[in-house]
């Protein structure tokens, strides 16, 4: 659930769990029920605090009543009371039950939601409740947690835990089955509307419902890590995120992407992103509820409220709430884990979150040879004496050769002052942190001669010069190829910077690549190495070219036009053709659904430093304004940001010429310089200036983001 008028939004989360629930996705979750016990906690989990709901009324020590009619922030249909009609205690079980109001009420039905603010607020444990869920369209019980004081700022700037909700249980799903899911979520970030959240869908076996039984629903909180049960199941796993710095102590991007925090130190009074364990790290508060309608159960399953399946009342029924502490380490909640394989896994339990990745400069690859030395990192032997030379080769055209003698020996290339022979040369440790999530270490080679002696085995070694220097060395059938060496055959060995890290290499600094038999086994040895490089396989996003992509369909912002696919000359052929009336509009390519195309924004963070976006246009038909300016305008993640550029401030700095195709570049380091983040580009737009259009038809192509 949510907290006051601030969650408005709600809206577009529901919509995106339309997703989630009903089209199965990524986000769903097998129930497996060989789970544990979670009547019995593992040994160190004391439990602290209760109620087992076993009095003849609601303990007002433990329980506080809200009452308001404010809808939750979600457009709720029911006023929160204290009556006993709406909340009461029979048999050993806590009743919150949403019923129809009294004609001429303020909101058409009434309910309970009930908190323990002040009276048990907790930072880590294990929390959980053991409930029979309502069922209905526009039934929406929560059992969730709050902070108790919002040190960093309004929600959800100090977070919120949701351990269990549901939507519309037992009413028909998208897959043409039974509503049966539950749902885990945590809320953090930006101030409202800005905010994230991340969240897991467990759907119930076949012939089970979450309202047919009681179940139990908890998750255990540690510093850093939130985990997610349905009867002692382990179903979501979610993180603090884990920033990777470069060698200039920056944050280059995250190891794991995780929840994140924003907001305004004290000192300074900056507003600060944080990824650490913030805002999860303070206390929180207990809440139970059973709300009726809002944004995300009103526009699901069969839209708005049933007013039949809530005539005589719908009820959340509590059997206990229970919170335990973890007495191996109460300060972190760490050391009482109950997990399974899996638990860890982004291909399983665990969740990848909204934090935004920091970048420094994004991605630069580094080539240490190709058909000719890089004068920065030479050729080197290490002991042996010999002097690398460059050797043509048929297949490969220059390569570099080395030989190994009788003294044990390694070769590679090297950037160290020392080893620099060009007098423009200059020692130049490569940082490779923003490469890490895809990037990877490559090479070719071809062995002309092999060792003499017949169990050499060949080996890779990187050095890296960062603070502490580190060095990973790895068998060269440990590449991705995973292939050892054939005499007289070109090979390509490809080794991912992710397992040099794991094999303890700093990558911010790395100033030696090595290549070859293993030390003091290489006698007789020679090789040819080529295409030697540091790099990833870059991302590229082909627009428009010769056809329509899909996922980025062709778009008239306002004026109702339809663009259309327009056959042009030999060299263009199909091309992209727009036509703007007497409304003002912008056209050009989104990617949004709502308009149509995949939602599926571009992340161009990687190419920022040499990326660009280009395109060809072709005017047919000038503005009926003749000297109307033509303008560029990339927008990203739904407009939070933009940039808009006039065409003659493209690279090539020309204006539209009537029934002349011409190439517009951008560079990517100049968009994101004037504002854009470049990591979720989703809308293009090329266009007369906005009411000076009319007239106007003009055809574009070749429309891509790439790295040239």
Same mark, same amino acid.
């Given at each position: 659930?949510?907290?006051?008028?601030?969650?408005?939004?709600?809206?577009?989360?529901?919509?995106?769990? &339309?997703?989630?629930?009903?089209?199965?996705?990524?986000?769903?979750?097998?129930?497996?029920?060989?789970?544990?016990?979670?009547?019995?906690?593992?040994?160190?989990?004391?439990?602290?605090?209760?109620?087992?709901?076993?009095?003849?009324?609601?303990?007002?020590?433990?329980?506080?009543?809200?009452?308001?009619?404010?809808?939750?922030?979600?457009?709720?249909?029911?006023?929160?009371?204290?009556?006993?009609?709406?909340?009461?205690?029979?048999?050993?079980?806590?009743?919150?039950?949403?019923?129809?109001?009294?004609?001429?009420?303020?909101?058409?039905?009434?309910?309970?939601?009930?908190? =323990?603010?002040?009276?048990?607020?907790?930072?880590?444990?294990?929390?959980?409740?053991?409930?029979?869920?309502?069922?209905?369209?526009?039934?929406?019980?929560?059992?969730?947690?709050?902070?108790?004081?919002?040190?960093?700022?309004? @929600?959800?700037?100090?977070?919120?835990?949701?351990?269990?909700?549901?939507?519309?249980?037992?009413?028909?799903?998208?897959?043409?089955?039974?509503?049966?899911?539950?749902?885990?979520?945590?809320?953090?970030?930006?101030?409202?509307?800005?905010?994230?959240?991340? $969240?897991?869908?467990?759907?119930?076996?076949?012939?089970?419902?979450?309202?047919?039984?009681?179940?139990?629903?908890?998750?255990?909180?540690?510093? !850093?890590?939130?985990?997610?049960?349905?009867?002692?199941?382990?179903?979501?796993?979610?993180?603090?995120?884990?920033?990777?710095?470069?060698?200039?102590?920056?944050?280059?991007?995250?190891?794991?992407?995780?929840?994140?925090?924003?907001?305004?130190?004290? !000192?300074?009074?900056?507003?600060?992103?944080? @990824?650490?364990?913030?805002?999860?790290?303070?206390?929180?508060?207990?809440?139970?509820?059973?709300?009726?309608?809002?944004?995300?159960?009103?526009?699901?399953?069969?839209?708005?409220?049933?007013?039949?399946?809530?005539?005589?009342?719908?009820?959340?029924?509590?059997?206990?709430?229970?919170?335990?502490?973890?007495?191996?380490?109460?300060?972190?909640?760490?050391?009482?884990?109950? *997990?399974?394989?899996?638990?860890?896994?982004?291909?399983?339990?665990?969740?990848?979150?909204?934090?935004?990745?920091?970048?420094?400069?994004?991605?630069?690859?580094?080539?240490?040879?190709?058909?000719?030395?890089?004068?920065?990192?030479?050729?080197?032997?290490?002991?042996? !004496?010999?002097?690398?030379?460059?050797?043509?080769?048929?297949?490969?055209?220059?390569? *570099?050769?080395?030989?190994?003698?009788?003294?044990?020996?390694?070769?590679?290339?090297?950037?160290?002052?020392?080893?620099?022979?060009?007098?423009?040369? &200059? +020692?130049?440790?490569?940082?490779?942190?923003?490469?890490?999530?895809?990037?990877?270490?490559?090479?070719?080679?071809?062995?002309?001669?092999?060792?003499?002696?017949?169990?050499?085995?060949?080996?890779?070694?990187?050095?890296?010069? !960062?603070? +502490?220097?580190?060095? +990973?060395?790895?068998?060269?059938?440990?590449?991705?190829?995973?292939?050892?060496?054939?005499?007289?055959?070109?090979?390509?060995?490809?080794?991912?910077?992710?397992?040099?890290?794991?094999?303890?290499?700093?990558?911010?600094?790395?100033?030696?690549?090595?290549?070859?038999?293993?030390? $003091?086994?290489?006698?007789?040895?020679?090789?040819?190495?080529?295409?030697?490089?540091?790099?990833?396989?870059?991302?590229?996003?082909?627009?428009?070219?010769?056809?329509?992509?899909?996922?980025?369909?062709?778009?008239?912002?306002?004026?109702?036009?339809?663009?259309?696919?327009?056959?042009?000359?030999?060299?263009?052929?199909?091309?992209?053709?727009?036509?703007?009336?007497? =409304?003002?509009?912008?056209?050009?390519?989104?990617?949004? =659904?709502?308009?149509?195309?995949?939602?599926?924004?571009?992340?161009?963070?990687?190419?920022?430093?040499?990326?660009?976006?280009? /395109?060809?246009?072709?005017?047919?038909?000038?503005?009926?304004?003749?000297?109307?300016?033509?303008?560029?305008?990339?927008?990203?993640?739904?407009?939070?940001? +933009?940039?808009?550029?006039?065409?003659?401030?493209?690279?090539?700095?020309?204006?539209?010429?009537?029934?002349? @195709?011409? =190439?517009?570049?951008?560079?990517?380091?100049?968009?994101?310089?004037?504002?854009?983040?470049?990591?979720?580009?989703?809308?293009?737009?090329? /266009?007369?200036?906005?009411?000076?259009?009319?007239?106007?038809?003009?055809? *574009?192509?070749?429309?891509?983001?790439?790295?040239?």
């Amino acid at each position: 659930m949510n907290i006051e008028t601030t969650h408005i939004t709600r809206l577009l989360a529901a919509i995106s769990l &339309v997703t989630l629930a009903g089209c199965g996705g990524d986000s769903a979750t097998k129930s497996n029920f060989e789970n544990v016990d979670a009547s019995e906690p593992v040994s160190d989990w004391q439990m602290v605090w209760s109620d087992e709901f076993e009095g003849s009324a609601i303990d007002t020590n433990k329980w506080n009543y809200e009452l308001n009619c404010d809808g939750g922030g979600n457009n709720e249909k029911q006023c929160y009371t204290d009556s006993e009609q709406n909340a009461f205690i029979a048999d050993g079980v806590l009743n919150i039950v949403a019923l129809p109001a009294e004609e001429g009420a303020e909101k058409p039905y009434t309910s309970a939601r009930l908190n =323990t603010r002040y009276n048990a607020d907790f930072t880590y444990g294990r929390f959980e409740v053991r409930a029979k869920l309502p069922s209905g369209q526009g039934s929406w019980p929560a059992f969730w947690m709050l902070p108790t004081d919002e040190v960093y700022g309004t @929600w959800p700037r100090s977070g919120e835990i949701d351990v269990l909700e549901s939507v519309n249980l037992k009413t028909p799903d998208e897959d043409g089955g039974i509503e049966s899911s539950i749902h885990g979520t945590l809320h953090y970030g930006r101030a409202w509307p800005d905010n994230s959240y991340t $969240g897991q869908e467990y759907k119930f076996p076949e012939d089970t419902n979450p309202a047919d039984d009681f179940h139990t629903y908890a998750v255990e909180w540690q510093e !850093g890590e939130i985990r997610w049960y349905v009867d002692g199941y382990l179903y979501a796993t979610q993180r603090q995120s884990e920033v990777l710095y470069n060698s200039k102590n920056e944050p280059a991007g995250l190891k794991h992407r995780g929840w994140f925090a924003e907001y305004f130190e004290q !000192g300074s009074g900056e507003l600060t992103t944080h @990824w650490d364990s913030a805002p999860f790290d303070k206390d929180f508060h207990l809440l139970l509820n059973l709300a009726v309608g809002g944004d995300w159960p009103e526009n699901v399953n069969d839209l708005g409220v049933d007013a039949s399946a809530f005539e005589n009342g719908q009820t959340f029924a509590i059997d206990y709430v229970r919170v335990y502490q973890c007495a191996s380490d109460p300060d972190t909640g760490k050391g009482c884990e109950t *997990v399974r394989p899996g638990y860890d896994s982004l291909d399983d339990a665990l969740l990848e979150g909204e934090a935004p990745v920091p970048i420094a400069g994004g991605v630069t690859p580094l080539t240490i040879f190709s058909d000719s030395f890089n004068i920065n990192w030479p050729a080197w032997d290490c002991c042996g !004496g010999s002097t690398p030379a460059i050797v043509a080769d048929a297949q490969q055209g220059n390569t *570099v050769e080395f030989s190994v003698g009788e003294n044990p020996t390694v070769n590679g290339f090297i950037s160290r002052t020392e080893n620099i022979t060009d007098e423009s040369g &200059v +020692a130049s440790p490569f940082d490779a942190t923003p490469l890490l999530a895809e990037g990877y270490f490559q090479f070719k080679m071809k062995v002309m001669s092999a060792p003499a002696d017949p169990n050499s085995t060949w080996v890779i070694k990187l050095e890296s010069a !960062g603070d +502490a220097p580190t060095a +990973a060395e790895l068998p060269i059938t440990q590449s991705v190829e995973g292939i050892a060496p054939v005499v007289g055959q070109w090979q390509t060995y490809t080794f991912k910077l992710s397992d040099l890290v794991a094999a303890n290499l700093d990558i911010s600094a790395i100033d030696v690549v090595m290549i070859f038999p293993a030390w $003091g086994t290489g006698n007789g040895a020679v090789y040819r190495v080529d295409d030697v490089k540091i790099t990833q396989d870059f991302p590229e996003l082909d627009v428009f070219s010769d056809t329509q992509n899909l996922d980025w369909p062709m778009w008239d912002c306002c004026s109702g036009s339809t663009p259309v696919e327009a056959m042009d000359d030999e060299q263009h052929g199909i091309t992209a053709e727009f036509t703007i009336n007497d =409304t003002p509009t912008v056209m050009g390519f989104n990617s949004r =659904t709502s308009v149509g195309g995949s939602g599926e924004a571009f992340d161009a963070s990687a190419i920022i430093t040499v990326g660009q976006i280009t /395109f060809d246009m072709k005017v047919t038909s000038m503005p009926s304004t003749p000297d109307a300016p033509w303008f560029f305008k990339v927008e990203s993640n739904e407009g939070d940001s +933009a940039v808009e550029l006039a065409l003659t401030e493209s690279v090539e700095g020309i204006a539209p010429v009537l029934n002349e @195709w011409q =190439t517009y570049t951008y560079t990517l380091s100049d968009l994101s310089a004037a504002g854009l983040d470049v990591s979720s580009i989703d809308v293009l737009m090329i /266009f007369p200036n906005w009411g000076q259009g009319a007239g106007a038809t003009y055809r *574009v192509d070749n429309v891509k983001i790439s790295n040239p």
